[in-house]
């Protein structure tokens, strides 16, 4: 039998994934309720600025006190769209307080503060979900906290952000230049009138905290994970890719050691065969490959961004969440208890694609591979082209560790016979 009394809604946020969460709760009010086992109703929406026009959100519920929302005594899950740390964990927490559920798409706090977060959820005994948080659409983080809970995840590595993915592919396919390939997705919605957050890996840096802190049971924060963007990508390191049988795309990459005693995160451009799946991952969308003891390699795809696909996961959430109100339990929490700490840089074993100008004339080539040998660095291939005097070489090296990489190349860089050290890449899903 369905519960009369609805179960209310405070939306934080009305935005391109605000309002479009809004309008599904609004148009499909009727399917909510049987999926839920009673009615949702949205009691209120926060935005920052009234006055807009907002197609398909109810304007008598929009209101600019969020804090005055929250509060009401009658909001049994709010619904956090707004993003950035603050005011959103101190709404967050007032919820809490007051025995609401939280539902979230807020990657930069949980990547900060997500073990506090958590720990408050828990100390009220309500509920704090993000799957929007990471890969828009993409049921991703609730498999890995309870679908493979009773699995050891090894590692993680995948595309998580649309608009670097959407830059490089467009750099290949096309061969425009980084400018160009940003201006184009600036144009389509894909990128925003600052895309910082994007192109310098902020925005891919803080979902590998979230899937790195899911998948080994420990607290990793944004602040932990190593991080490069897009900016320095050139066309030549495209067309290098190219001629090796690759693509360049930027990588979240967690790891659990060897030994199991540290965990690795990371995000970075790297070059990727052809042949692996994520070379084939086009324009926005996303695709996260799984690696776990008993159920192998997992792979998740689908569109990581825009209104309709993040709101798709709120939703889901949303439903979650109130099923377990109705319940009075649950679901699962922050499953910290490993506190493995996380390994630097300069430890972390990849292989490495460097390009160098150098002199063309005899005896050079030898000079290069004695540097590589003096710091450990073993070579897989080298290409070598020269003309005019001047010479292209390229040097693909097998697994070494960053900080013998970077001696290395600092060596280089004090030879007389190389110009410059062009391009230094590294090689990944071989």
Do not use: W
Request: glycine share 10%.
């Amino acid at each position: 039998m369905m519960r009369t009394r609805p179960l209310k809604v405070a939306l934080l946020g009305c935005g391109v994934v605000g309002s479009e969460v809004a309008r599904i709760m609004t148009t499909t009010a009727d399917d909510l309720a049987a999926r839920i086992g009673a009615p949702v109703e949205l009691a209120g929406i926060a935005v920052r600025r009234a006055g807009r026009t907002r197609p398909g959100v109810p304007e008598h519920l929009i209101t600019t006190d969020a804090e005055a929302l929250v509060n009401r005594g009658d909001i049994d899950v709010v619904v956090e769209v707004v993003g950035g740390i603050e005011p959103s964990k101190s709404l967050i927490l007032s919820a809490f307080e007051r025995g609401a559920s939280v539902v979230s798409a807020n990657k930069a706090l949980l990547a900060k503060d997500g073990t506090e977060l958590h720990a408050a959820a828990a100390e009220a005994g309500v509920d704090l979900y993000y799957e929007a948080a990471v890969a828009g659409a993409i049921p991703l983080l609730r498999p890995l906290r309870e679908s493979l809970a009773g699995d050891k995840v090894n590692r993680v590595l995948g595309i998580v952000n649309g608009t670097t993915n959407f830059i490089l592919d467009k750099m290949d396919t096309t061969g425009a230049g980084y400018s160009e390939a940003l201006e184009e997705a600036t144009a389509l919605g894909y990128a925003e009138a600052d895309p910082t957050a994007d192109v310098e890996g902020f925005d891919a840096a803080a979902k590998a905290a979230i899937l790195a802190g899911i998948a080994f049971h420990t607290k990793v924060t944004a602040a932990d994970v190593y991080r490069e963007g897009i900016t320095e990508v050139t066309a030549a390191d495209i067309a290098s890719a190219k001629e090796m049988g690759c693509v360049v795309k930027l990588l979240a990459i967690c790891e659990r050691a060897a030994d199991g005693e540290s965990v690795t995160a990371r995000v970075h451009p790297a070059m990727i065969p052809l042949s692996h799946p994520l070379a084939s991952v086009r324009e926005a969308y996303n695709a996260v490959f799984v690696e776990a003891e008993a159920a192998g390699r997992l792979m998740f795809y689908g569109p990581g961004a825009g209104g309709s696909p993040t709101a798709s996961a709120v939703l889901g959430d949303l439903v979650a969440v109130c099923r377990n109100k109705l319940a009075g339990a649950t679901g699962p929490g922050d499953s910290v208890y490993t506190r493995l700490p996380a390994k630097p840089m300069d430890e972390v074993v990849t292989r490495y694609h460097v390009s160098l100008d150098v002199d063309d004339r005899a005896g050079v080539l030898a000079q290069v591979a004695s540097v590589f040998a003096e710091h450990g660095v073993s070579i897989d291939t080298v290409r070598q082209q020269g003309r005019d005097g001047d010479a292209s070489l390229v040097v693909v090296t097998h697994r070494a560790t960053d900080a013998a990489l970077s001696a290395t190349v600092d060596k280089l860089r004090a030879l007389d016979s190389v110009r410059d050290v062009a391009s230094i890449m590294r090689v990944e899903g071989e």
